[in-house]
């Protein structure tokens, strides 16, 4: 490493951090050969990672590869300084039970198998397992009235728990890309490209995490 990457590194409040991402397709970087924004900010920022990410999984708790599920696989000793998870489309695409944000704070009381729910289980859980900081992501802007619905369940959920909202989905200046760019960063509606994870993804996470993990 050289000494201009040493001194950028060290002056970097996400050097050394360890962050946790839990999601599905948009977090492994299905359409750029498993390379997401998550691994361009492990390169850029110093900060070690977890990627916790398969493509077609949900929030809702209803199958073995579930994000819940995978989610209790994780190492519960290790240290976590920021967990961050994906608002995942697949629940939007497979029309799964919105549901609504529960009255308590307790777990056992959280229907997983429902969008508002799971989201409510994996704060919970992350927050009694690592003891960290607990951020929810976005995808940006596309044509779903049903993940629409999930982003305004997820703001409710978040003023409820306080916890950290990365939100492309109504971030404007975010979403004002030409037809040029969209066409090179985005693969399809909802994947981005490589291209569109190093240019348009990275810069803006490595802009909005340092707050998230404060």
Request: aromatic share 12%; glycine share 6%; proline share 4%.
């Amino acid at each position: 490493m050289t000494d201009l990457k040493r001194s950028m590194r060290s002056d970097n409040p996400l050097n050394g951090k360890h962050i946790v991402f839990l999601g599905s397709s948009v977090t492994y970087g299905a359409a750029s050969n498993g390379v997401s924004f998550v691994d361009f900010l492990a390169e850029k920022m110093g900060c070690r990672v977890t990627k916790e990410a398969v493509s077609g999984t949900t929030l809702v708790d209803d199958a073995p590869d579930s994000y819940i599920c995978r989610m209790k696989k994780l190492n519960p000793e290790m240290k976590v300084d920021l967990f961050v998870c994906q608002l995942s489309t697949n629940d939007a695409t497979q029309m799964k039970e919105l549901g609504e944000a529960c009255c308590t704070y307790d777990m056992k009381d959280f229907n997983t198998k429902t969008v508002a729910g799971a989201i409510e289980y994996i704060i919970a859980y992350a927050r009694k397992t690592w003891n960290c900081p607990v951020a929810f992501y976005t995808s940006p802007r596309y044509d779903s009235a049903q993940y629409a619905a999930m982003v305004g369940l997820l703001q409710t959920i978040r003023r409820k728990w306080d916890i950290a909202l990365i939100d492309l989905w109504n971030d404007s200046v975010f979403n004002d890309i030409t037809a040029g760019q969209r066409s090179r960063y985005m693969a399809d509606p909802i994947h981005p490209t490589r291209e569109g994870y190093l240019e348009w993804w990275t810069p803006y996470f490595k802009r909005v995490i340092v707050p998230a993990i404060s």
